[in-house]
């Protein structure tokens, strides 16, 4: 079995004690990795402090920096096969999914390599003709970044290629229940000649999490997870008043309108809940119908729900793969369990695979959901779709707007007003117009409400890990009156 360890300062450590990481598909062992400790996470945050403060990674020019950043790119353009398996054996997404995936990332390290040396101050015009002020956007310092395991490059590479290109160095704490690829990452960055203790890889149990964020050398935490482990990581960080930003959780409205193309709502309404076994944070739970169409598009849904194929994630013919792990199956059980007992009516799926077991779960839909429900409420992060219906424009806003999270949603219509109307009205983050799931480099990512604090990507994300620096310079030379402000 292949074997991974921590990386602190430029080198991958072997610890006492490992941990078997499983393969969801066959739930076989597949990999072990090393298992941090708190003093761990302090050898790694005094690496990543030493090399922001001193040494070859601090001294060198934003230019350097992003040559640096374009040569990680190429070295995960030329691997990302290799990535793609990995991280499929061990999350259990689809191969094709994560090789998307990774043939998408570098243009994340591309993109911010541009971004790098184009972090421009101002100069202000001063209220004070003796007075030149000019801004500096300074490197933050020491991110810890977590990562959840639905998608652990991807999720770590928005924080990472940003806060590399703004001068920062990383601890990072992946999930326990997908290590593998943050490892795999770890030992690219260390090939593409980043000087050691820029990126450090400490790998445990969400205590191992907790003493990151807890700890003062700390400067911000970028975390991807679940909600409730946000509002954690959020108040344990303000003790130190530590920065924070958060991409959480979902319950996103996919909103069909009567004039919509119903073949492709149809496709978008299934890419967006089915697709990674709805283990994303932007999947598509609530699916909100127009009365008028209702009837003919849950049948067009339910007819293509039946047809997808569950299999092993790496047969490019498997369009659905398991659940990532035993707690997420449980989890997405008992959600079933509630929706039949609330009163939905399930049209499709709602139990393991009986030709597959183990970690399948059946595609599930539920009609005659009502909003209030609490499988129209909380997320689920599985398979698991919610129909509800609507009346009108208004009462479609208003349901979809009906949550405490906002990361997410969609409307589906050929009436262009409508579509934007629609668009400028629901509260969340990014919004489709006839499309679902798609994300760029370029645009920026993050949640009203409950799904989070900050944006990642686009042009802005890199100011996330600066500090902004407004310098005085007096002009006259003259004396001032000490006793006089300004
Ligand atoms: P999780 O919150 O349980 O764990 C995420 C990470 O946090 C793991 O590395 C875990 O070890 C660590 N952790 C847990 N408790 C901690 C603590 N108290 N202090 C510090 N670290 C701690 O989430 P998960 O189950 O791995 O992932 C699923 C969740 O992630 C879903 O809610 C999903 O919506 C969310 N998610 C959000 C986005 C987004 O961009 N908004 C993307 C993917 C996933």
Redesign the pocket.
Known sequence: MPAYGNWINGREEASGATCETLNPYNQQPWATVAQGTVQDVDRAVRAARAAFEQGPWAAMTATERAALLRRLGDIIKRDAQELARIESTDNGKLYKEMLGQWQYLPEWFYYNAGLADKLQGDVIPSDRPNFMIYTRHEPLGVVGA??????PGL?LI?KLAAGLAAGCTFVV??????PVSTVELARRIHEAGFPPGVFNVVN??????????GHPGIDK?A????????K??AA?AARNLTRVS?????KSPNIVFADADLDVAANGAVAGIFAATG?????GSRLLVQQDVHDALLDRIVEQTRSIKLGDPMDPATQMGPCANE??LRKVLEYIDVARQEGASLKYGGQVDPALGGLFVQPTVFANVHNAMRIARE?V?GPVLSVIPFKDEEEAIRIANDTRFG?AAAVWTQNVHRAHRVAHRLRAGTVWINAYRVVSFAAP???YGE??LGR?NGVDAIREFTETKSVYVELSGAPRDPFKLG
């Open positions: 977590i990562t959840p395991w639905n998608s999720l928005f704490k992946p999930s326990e229940h997908t445990g149990p969400p205590e191992v999490g907790a003493a990151l964020v935490i975390f991807t997870g679940a909600t409730e482990t946000g954690k990581i344990q958060l991409e959480l959780g979902g283990q994303t944070c932007m999947a707690p997420q997320e992060f990361l990512f993050g949640g799904s989070g990642e």
